[in-house]
């Protein structure tokens, strides 16, 4: 049974890959789907390019979510920056709670229709949950570790550095990993102000009554959630030490 | 040799440290005693700045502390803490390492110094440098916190109830090997403790706080036999002050030449612990060993009573 989570981990990337290198392949999977003879498989772009599209959406707005709440949840967990937590935090929570959608809706006449207004709503939406865990990490430094620190002579910056982002490590790459799973999913939503993304198929399989087309689109999306979740896992393993098992 | 002028730490309504001066003398161990909220803590922690003094100064060898930057003093002093601070995330010899690699020395150097100290705490360098701070004992955790604290050959080490989370045989152990550790490197400590038996113990000079005032800070002996306040009587305990004064006088230093019929004291005994072999054996006198472990000179029942006499002081 150790072997398990390796085989399905295995299984879901040889799939992907399956099935965004050899699509036609799946037809007779998806053809009883679809009734009239509709076409099977997504035939009015590249999955692969529509795939790799969607990832670099995600990963752009999660890298720019993540620097921007993990220097903000470091401010505001200084002295100086103590008296922003409570506005941060609600700016932050109205990323989260605005609907991604409304963000398209406002976003596209300020900057036009394709990959910008997803940007901006996976970005805001994607804020909230590395924000919190870069606080909890923070606020998780032992006293006794951060005045050691202080009292062997570490100026503020290199306590930050050398001991309290190591220590908060965990939990700021669970926050981006949360983070890109959710954005993942809601990045589909992009399609309907003209993103290149996998809503995409989704779109055109609902537009068409073509449920073979939104069970792929539904499908490749899942599975690179799942595999981001499990990428960012090894990412992590190389990154944060042994020492806090 | 550390001064400490008229400090007072206030908090709004609160006086944590209420005008205390002391002089420490270099190459002492000096003990700080109080009840908790007595201000012993935030009175170590003015001398590295940790804590910034509302009124007062502290002078390190003349030299006002305030006039270098917190961090870089703290570099020059030691620093352990109950509950030790070990960083976690870091190796055993990175850990003792922290300081020497802030103060930038080389290489070459931190590694020496790093195996140097782990061996002198009966750390295996090779079993224990490259191991993390979770995976050794609570005795192993605490000599690492020691070690790391004097990494950089600080001349001051300030310790803060640094064995208050070890059992009573590792603590023994642990002020054991602090003394020894003092009487090689030569190093000035100011040891903050609740315990008066550890600050009898270790202490060239006790201070006593309460309330945040220094009632009296003089050798131990003098506690015991000229307690300044009511407050030091009752912390010294009215009933063990000559047990405490026998405590602190060793029985290799009151030893007459000549072996005797009797039990045999080690040569590191107290002349509380001779007292103690005296009256559990019935005999009259003790034999106490040299370093060399021969026997001949002792200690008789009679020399032994006459040094806990408050007229001996």
Same mark, same amino acid.
């Given at each position: 049974?150790?072997?398990?989570?390796?085989?399905? /981990?295995?299984?879901?990337?040889?799939?992907?890959?399956?099935?965004?290198?050899?699509?036609? /392949?799946? $037809?007779?999977? %998806?053809? +009883?789907?679809?009734?009239?003879?509709?076409?099977?498989?997504?035939?009015?772009?590249?999955?692969?390019?529509?795939?790799?599209?969607?990832?670099?959406?995600?990963?752009? $707005?999660?890298?720019?979510?993540?620097?921007?709440?993990?220097?903000?949840?470091?401010?505001?967990?200084?002295? $100086?920056?103590?008296? %922003?937590?409570?506005?941060? /935090?609600?700016?932050?929570?109205?990323?989260?709670?605005?609907? +991604?959608?409304?963000?398209?809706?406002?976003?596209? +006449?300020?900057?036009?229709?394709?990959?910008?207004?997803?940007?901006?709503?996976?970005?805001?939406?994607?804020?909230?949950?590395? %924000?919190?865990?870069?606080?909890?990490?923070?606020?998780?430094?032992?006293?006794?570790?951060?005045?050691?620190?202080?009292?062997?002579?570490?100026?503020?910056?290199?306590?930050?550095?050398?001991?309290?982002?190591?220590?908060?490590?965990?939990?700021?790459?669970?926050?981006?990993?949360?983070?890109?799973?959710?954005?993942?999913?809601? $990045?589909?939503?992009?399609?309907?102000?003209?993103?290149?993304?996998?809503?995409?198929?989704?779109?055109?399989?609902?537009?068409?009554?073509?449920?073979?087309?939104?069970?792929?689109?539904?499908?490749?999306?899942?599975?690179?959630?799942?595999?981001?979740?499990?990428?960012?896992?090894?990412?992590?393993?190389?990154?944060? /030490?042994?020492?806090?098992? | 040799?550390?001064?400490?002028?008229? #400090?007072?730490?206030?908090?709004? =309504?609160?006086?944590?440290?209420?005008?205390?001066?002391?002089?420490?003398?270099?190459?002492?161990?000096?003990?700080?005693?109080?009840?908790?909220?007595?201000?012993?803590?935030?009175?170590?922690?003015?001398?590295?700045?940790?804590?910034? @003094?509302?009124?007062?100064?502290?002078?390190?060898?003349?030299?006002?502390?305030?006039?270098?930057?917190?961090?870089?003093?703290?570099?020059?002093?030691?620093?352990?803490?109950?509950?030790?601070?070990?960083?976690?995330?870091?190796?055993?010899?990175?850990?003792?390492?922290?300081?020497?690699?802030?103060?930038?020395?080389?290489? =070459?150097?931190?590694?020496?110094?790093?195996?140097?100290?782990?061996?002198?705490?009966?750390?295996?360098?090779?079993?224990?440098?490259?191991?993390?701070?979770?995976?050794?004992?609570?005795?192993?955790?605490?000599?690492?916190?020691?070690?790391?604290?004097?990494?950089?050959?600080?001349? #001051?080490?300030?310790?803060?109830?640094?064995?208050?989370?070890?059992?009573?045989?590792?603590?023994?152990?642990?002020?054991?090997?602090?003394?020894?550790?003092?009487?090689?490197?030569?190093?000035?400590?100011?040891?903050?403790?609740?315990?008066?038996?550890?600050?009898?113990?270790?202490?060239?000079?006790?201070?006593?706080?309460?309330?945040?005032?220094?009632?009296?800070?003089?050798? @131990?002996?003098?506690?015991?036999?000229?307690?300044?306040?009511?407050?030091?009587?009752?912390?010294?305990?009215?009933?063990?002050?000559?047990?405490?004064?026998?405590?602190?006088? @060793?029985?290799?230093?009151?030893?007459?030449?000549?072996?005797?019929?009797? @039990?045999?004291?080690?040569?590191?005994?107290?002349?509380?612990?001779?007292?103690?072999?005296?009256?559990?054996?019935? =005999?009259?006198?003790?034999?106490?060993?040299?370093?060399?472990?021969?026997?001949?000179?002792?200690?008789?029942?009679?020399?032994?009573?006459?040094?806990?006499?408050? =007229?001996?002081?």
């Amino acid at each position: 049974m150790k072997h398990l989570p390796t085989l399905l /981990r295995g299984t879901a990337l040889v799939l992907l890959a399956a099935m965004l290198l050899a699509p036609q /392949r799946f $037809a007779p999977v %998806f053809a +009883p789907l679809n009734e009239f003879g509709a076409p099977a498989i997504y035939d009015q772009g590249d999955l692969l390019s529509l795939t790799a599209w969607h990832l670099l959406t995600v990963v752009v $707005a999660a890298a720019a979510s993540t620097v921007v709440a993990v220097a903000l949840g470091v401010f505001v967990t200084r002295r $100086a920056g103590a008296p %922003f937590l409570p506005l941060s /935090r609600t700016l932050i929570n109205v990323g989260q709670t605005f609907p +991604p959608v409304a963000v398209l809706a406002v976003a596209v +006449p300020l900057v036009g229709f394709g990959q910008w207004p997803t940007l901006i709503a996976l970005f805001a939406y994607g804020l909230l949950p590395i %924000f919190e865990n870069t606080i909890a990490g923070m606020d998780a430094c032992p006293p006794s570790v951060c005045d050691a620190a202080d009292g062997m002579g570490m100026s503020p910056l290199q306590r930050l550095v050398r001991v309290e982002l190591p220590l908060a490590m965990p939990l700021i790459f669970e926050g981006v990993r949360l983070s890109l799973v959710i954005n993942v999913g809601t $990045a589909t939503l992009g399609s309907t102000v003209a993103a290149k993304g996998l809503g995409e198929v989704i779109i055109a399989g609902l537009l068409s009554n073509n449920t073979a087309f939104v069970l792929q689109g539904g499908l490749l999306t899942g599975l690179m959630a799942i595999l981001l979740y499990d990428g960012t896992r090894l990412i992590e393993r190389r990154f944060v /030490r042994a020492g806090h098992a | 040799m550390i001064t400490l002028e008229r #400090l007072t730490k206030r908090y709004e =309504a609160t006086t944590a440290v209420d005008d205390v001066s002391m002089i420490v003398e270099p190459h002492t161990i000096t003990t700080v005693v109080g009840t908790s909220g007595s201000g012993k803590s935030t009175l170590l922690r003015m001398i590295n700045r940790l804590v910034e @003094p509302t009124r007062g100064r502290v002078l390190i060898d003349g030299i006002d502390t305030a006039t270098e930057p917190a961090h870089r003093l703290r570099r020059r002093i030691g620093y352990a803490i109950q509950g030790l601070g070990l960083f976690p995330h870091r190796t055993v010899a990175e850990n003792v390492a922290t300081v020497p690699r802030l103060l930038g020395w080389d290489r =070459a150097r931190v590694h020496r110094r790093v195996h140097e100290l782990l061996a002198t705490f009966e750390l295996d360098p090779a079993r224990y440098a490259d191991v993390y701070p979770h995976e050794l004992s609570g005795g192993q955790q605490q000599r690492v916190g020691v070690a790391r604290a004097l990494a950089a050959e600080p001349n #001051l080490l300030l310790m803060d109830e640094p064995f208050g989370a070890l059992d009573p045989i590792l603590r023994g152990k642990a002020q054991d090997d602090l003394l020894e550790v003092q009487r090689r490197f030569g190093t000035t400590i100011i040891l903050v403790t609740h315990d008066i038996d550890e600050a009898f113990r270790l202490g060239h000079r006790v201070a006593v706080m309460s309330g945040g005032r220094l009632l009296q800070h003089d050798r @131990p002996a003098r506690l015991v036999t000229h307690p300044a306040d009511p407050f030091v009587s009752q912390l010294v305990g009215a009933t063990e002050r000559a047990l405490r004064l026998l405590a602190l006088v @060793p029985a290799s230093e009151v030893a007459q030449a000549g072996a005797v019929e009797g @039990p045999t004291l080690p040569g590191t005994a107290t002349l509380r612990e001779a007292l103690d072999a005296l009256v559990w054996s019935g =005999a009259a006198a003790a034999n106490v060993a040299d370093a060399a472990g021969a026997t001949d000179r002792h200690v008789t029942l009679a020399s032994v009573l006459a040094h806990g006499r408050r =007229a001996s002081e």
